[in-house]
Nanobody, 123 residues
Framework: VQLQASGGGLVQAGGSLRLSCVFPRRISSNNGMGWFRRAPGKEREFVAAISWNGSITSYADSVKGRFTISRDNSKGTMYLQMNSLKPEDTADYYC?????????????????WGRGTLVTVSS
């Protein structure tokens, strides 16, 4: 399963970006999906997740109220709308497919990972 994330870039603090992740519809439309990130010198961390049909979402406390995850299975695409960005949001962002249909935060339950897209937030 190939996942392809895009949409990263350089933005000033307070700005917005929208990340996209393209996934194979026939294989991944029944699976939960998620976004994770790894900041320089830090461990990978959970950002947001969405169930197979988009009815359930979950967020890390650090992004709750600023980020919104969504998906369009007809287009085979998942999104992460990021608003009110902060310098501490700077990281490589990865999309991943969960083994199950749920919106989970445990990275061990994710079986396929895309390449990262870099988000840099300047102060």
């Amino acid at each position: 399963v190939q996942l392809q994330a895009s949409g990263g870039g350089l933005v000033q603090a307070g700005g917005s970006l929208r990340l996209s992740c393209v996934f194979p519809r026939r294989i991944s439309s029944n699976n939960g999906m998620g976004w994770f990130r790894r900041a320089p010198g830090k461990e990978r961390e959970f950002v947001a997740a969405i169930s197979w049909n988009g009815s359930i979402t979950s967020y890390a406390d650090s992004v709750k109220g600023r980020f919104t995850i969504s998906r369009d299975n007809s287009k085979g695409t998942m999104y992460l709308q990021m608003n009110s960005l902060k310098p501490e949001d700077t990281a490589d962002y990865y999309c991943a497919q969960n083994r199950w249909a749920v919106a989970g935060s445990d990275s061990l339950r994710y079986s396929y990972w895309g390449r990262g897209t870099l988000v840099t937030v300047s102060s």
